[in-house]
């Protein structure tokens, strides 16, 4: 495992060459609320973005694969990084909560960490999530990037890091989607406590008492305060709504603040949910917002879903993955791939229409269909079809040895049809 000792000679005081290039921190919105990891998070929408991208990146198989000849394929199952990136990366973590929580890190901080152990030969052992509050990004003399552990204010280089990072200005630190964004959450978050507010102070009964004025005002502060917390205690919050009042010696009521209906209370706070799945790329429907949700354009929203807004995500993974996870020899004959066959599919019905096609028109066997759906492969289930009626043009010169009335009988076919 990672001690402290075997960073030694990197101590970040012993060099004035080191930058400091990322910083983590939160961010005051325009709405006057801070905006930073909890606070964002307690969005119910931003949890649901989130988690959303992070279960379905989780559930995705990870497979090392190695080309072979006429481009075909296989995975590489006796290599030892193959049971690192599709089982276990540690002796803590399954491979679905490794990868959930390196791209919740991503949807949060727009970095996500983890320290690489080798063996003797070089190859990756384990891999080991670090919290993004736990690192700091340093530009080494050498322009490459080095990374500060603050538990043990030690310096790393890269090839001991897996960094994987969302959209980047300089390269280095991927920028986090909640301080570049913060005016779009801490507006949803000032709406949420705006309402947590009103339902606390009551929904409809919001203004002032007035008095005839030929009437003899109470000249008593006490009795003033005590009219009012009569009232408050009779009229405000959520279990006195609606209550019925009454007043006496002329007075009336009148009504200040809005109620929720015109204030657009619930329009607001379902604009901030569509805000936040704009940030995140995720269509509102998939975080249960159904309100402009159709049966026929849910299929349509779910394939770009995973075209637009997953796959981008799975590429940067993979990338990564391959840089840092591969020796420089292997990687003209390894690669890293998630497998993305079962999201695109269609339904049943759309399946089978397609591997009927394909069947057909001789690009699939019954075995190619199989795998496809996770079948086991038969005897015999490797071969291709070819369509009778259509043939190679090279064959076409047979034709003009055909006898009168071989060419007759073609014609009239033709003509019948």
């Not at 959209?167 to 947590?196: E, K, R, W, Y």
């Not at 209370?265 to 995140?280: F, H, K, M």
Request: net charge neutral; proline share 5%; charged share 20%.
């Amino acid at each position: 495992m990672f001690t402290p000792s075997m960073f030694k000679g990197h101590k970040i005081q012993q060099s004035g060459a080191w930058r400091w290039i990322s910083s983590i921190s939160g961010k005051s919105s325009s709405a006057g609320v801070m905006v930073n990891r909890e606070t964002a998070f307690a969005q119910s929408a931003v949890q649901a973005c989130v988690t959303l991208l992070a279960e379905s990146v989780a559930q995705l198989p990870c497979e090392l694969y190695r080309r072979g000849k006429n481009g075909q394929r296989e995975r590489a199952t006796d290599h030892p990084l193959y049971d690192l990136i599709h089982n276990q990366p540690n002796k803590k973590d399954t491979i679905f909560e490794f990868n959930e929580q390196k791209q919740g890190y991503l949807g949060v901080d727009g970095n996500s960490y983890s320290l690489i152990e080798r063996d003797g030969r070089g190859y990756v052992t384990e891999l080991i999530p670090v919290n993004p509050k736990k690192i700091q990004v340093l530009k080494g003399p050498d322009g490459l990037p080095y990374y500060n552990l603050l538990d043990h204010n030690e310096i790393v280089p890269m090839h001991m890091i897996h960094h994987v990072k969302a959209f980047s200005f300089d390269g280095f630190v991927g920028v986090s989607p909640l301080q570049t964004n913060a005016d779009v959450i801490g507006l949803s978050i000032a709406v949420d406590q705006h309402a947590s507010q009103v339902f606390a102070n009551g929904t409809t009964m919001s203004g002032v008492i007035e008095r005839p004025s030929d009437v003899k005002p109470i000249e008593s502060q006490e009795k003033v305060d005590a009219i009012l917390n009569k009232w408050r205690e009779k009229h405000s919050g959520i279990r006195n709504a609606f209550s019925v009042a009454l007043l006496q010696e002329g007075m009336t009521y009148k009504q200040l603040a809005m109620d929720n209906e015109k204030a657009q209370l619930l329009e607001s706070r379902q604009y901030g949910v569509i805000e936040v799945c704009r940030l995140y790329k995720v269509p509102p429907h998939m975080i249960q917002s159904l309100d402009k949700a159709t049966f026929s354009n849910i299929e349509h929203q779910g394939l770009q879903f995973v075209i637009y807004t997953l796959l981008p995500w799975l590429k940067r993974h993979e990338a990564a993955m391959m840089r840092d996870l591969l020796l420089p020899s292997e990687r003209k004959d390894l690669y890293i791939e998630f497998n993305v066959s079962g999201l695109l599919r269609g339904d049943q019905k759309a399946r089978y229409e397609s591997y009927a096609i394909g069947r057909q028109w001789g690009w699939l066997s019954v075995n190619d269909i199989r795998r496809m759906e996770n079948l086991t492969p038969i005897s015999g289930g490797d071969t291709y079809l070819t369509p009778l009626n259509m043939v190679d043009t090279s064959m076409l010169t047979g034709i003009k040895k055909a006898t009168p009335s071989q060419i007759k009988e073609i014609e009239t076919i033709l003509c019948r049809n």
